[in-house]
């Protein structure tokens, strides 16, 4: 334990040094379910996404001890978080309600909590139907709001029904351009497009940006060419347009995730050994032409 302490001393210094001028907003923090990650490896994890941002998401609560070991690692490093409940069934549901009533239940501190995300892409994988997501999210903030910290759910640009907007705090969406087979340079000006028209019908609540990116590797998808400068091209052309439009934008993701197949494995900003993409150095520490 001291030499892993000593470690994220020494990270913490170097970050000083290399921190980058062009930061997201948050990032995205995915793990390999069948290989939980100790707080220690968290830790590490956190202290070389916080070159980038002092902002995380996670999944899931319940899963790997995440949302206790996510929360400790923030805390200690004073970063903000996104707290995520995942659901695809009614089971998971509880499990992660659980997961919440215990970790609200400990003496943690909750002030950097930004939201608890409440299922994410629920309604596009048809895994429940609004009126039970709704239900779920009241739940929730039943328990999160004597916490004083906000519940909403994340979801593609065209899953908000009006139950849903009503229920939350404010909107996340998902929109990935690549999977609709856009080019590199389309891909800024389709997400604003699908953002504008989630607020259209938010109600004048705010809207997030909850997931986008670009991969670098994997496959082609249409004329969408998965490839480091593609995925530079995309993620300079979105800082840009998230900083001129005061959007708030997590990037999907942090690191590369090896044991996804296909295409999945490399929406990272970082390979798994925590290494930033070369061309993402491009867009991160130059000034960009916005």
């Known amino acids: 334990m001291m030499q892993l302490l000593a470690f994220i001393i020494i990270l913490s210094f170097s970050w000083i040094s290399v921190r980058a001028e062009n930061r997201f907003y948050g990032l995205n923090y995915g793990i390999n379910p069948t ?16 070159q980038y941002t002092d902002r995380v998401r996670i999944f899931s609560l319940s899963v790997c001890n995440q949302g206790e070991l996510a929360l400790q690692a923030a805390n200690q490093l004073d970063m903000n978080i996104y707290l995520g409940m995942w659901i695809d069934r009614p089971e998971t549901f509880d499990a992660e309600m659980y997961a919440l009533q215990t ?70 969406i998902n929109a990935f351009p690549y999977w609709e087979g856009v080019v590199a340079q389309e891909g800024a000006v389709t997400l604003l497009s699908h953002y504008q028209s989630v607020v259209d019908k938010a109600n004048g609540k705010l809207v997030r940006i909850s997931e986008t990116g670009w991969p670098t590797a994997g496959g082609n998808f249409s004329v969408s060419v998965a490839s480091p400068a593609d995925q530079r091209i995309y993620a300079s052309d979105i800082l840009c347009l998230t900083r001129k439009n005061n959007i708030d934008m997590l990037w ?39």
């Open 35 to 50: 290989n939980c990650p100790t707080l220690e490896s968290i830790l590490t994890d956190f202290t070389s996404i916080k």
């Open 103 to 172: 970790l609200l239940g400990q003496n943690h501190s909750f002030e950097k909590v930004d939201a608890i995300i409440v299922g994410s892409e629920v309604l596009y994988r048809n895994d429940t139907d609004a009126n039970s997501l709704a239900n779920y999210i009241g739940l929730v903030h039943d328990l999160a709001s004597p916490k004083g910290i906000a519940v909403t759910t994340a979801d593609v640009y065209y899953k908000f029904p009006p139950v849903i907007v009503n229920k939350i705090d404010f909107l996340m």
């Open 252 to 290: 999907f993701s942090a690191f590369d995730e090896p044991y996804r197949n296909g295409v999945e494995a490399y929406w990272g900003i970082m390979h798994a050994n925590h290494t930033l993409k070369n061309d993402m150095s491009t867009v991160l520490f130059t000034n960009l032409t916005c």
